[in-house]
């Protein structure tokens, strides 16, 4: 059974930094490909940063570009999402998921979520 664990997520002030964590298992971490989405109170879930298989191409939503970063390590089977600059609007409910196709943007396209963990941009 695939689980998704995410991790890192806190309260932090505007333009500060925070990198959340997303451990996987039930299946071969490394074939698949990884993303993050978020959900703000009252708004739809929006795609934030997917990963390739292999890490070697990544795709960011414009509103995040130049701020976030998402990486993996396949040997410890986590993906990451390095976030500078952080906004008060970047408050949200952060999951990560696992899905067979790249690049995608649409939550229906992947497998597997985790439970989510809340990030709190406030001064």
């Known amino acids: 059974q695939v689980q998704l664990v995410e991790s890192g997520g806190g309260l932090v002030q505007p333009g500060g930094s925070l990198r959340l964590s997303c451990a996987a298992s039930?299946?071969?971490?490394?074939?698949?490909?990884m993303a993050w989405f978020r959900q703000a109170p009252g708004k739809e879930r929006e795609f934030v940063a997917a990963?390739?298989?292999?890490?070697?191409?990544?795709y960011l939503q414009d509103s995040v570009k130049g701020r976030f970063a998402i990486s993996r390590d396949n040997a410890k089977n986590t993906v990451y999402l390095q976030m500078n600059s952080l906004k008060p609007e970047d408050t949200a409910v952060y999951y990560c998921?696992?899905?067979?196709?790249?690049?995608?943007?649409?939550?229906?396209?992947?497998?597997?979520w985790g439970q989510g963990t809340q990030v709190t941009v406030s001064s």
């Open positions: 998921a696992q899905g067979s196709y790249y690049p995608r943007d649409k939550g229906n396209d992947y497998d597997y």
């Open positions: 990963i390739s298989w292999n890490g070697g191409s990544t």
């Open positions: 039930g299946r071969t971490f490394s074939s698949y490909n």
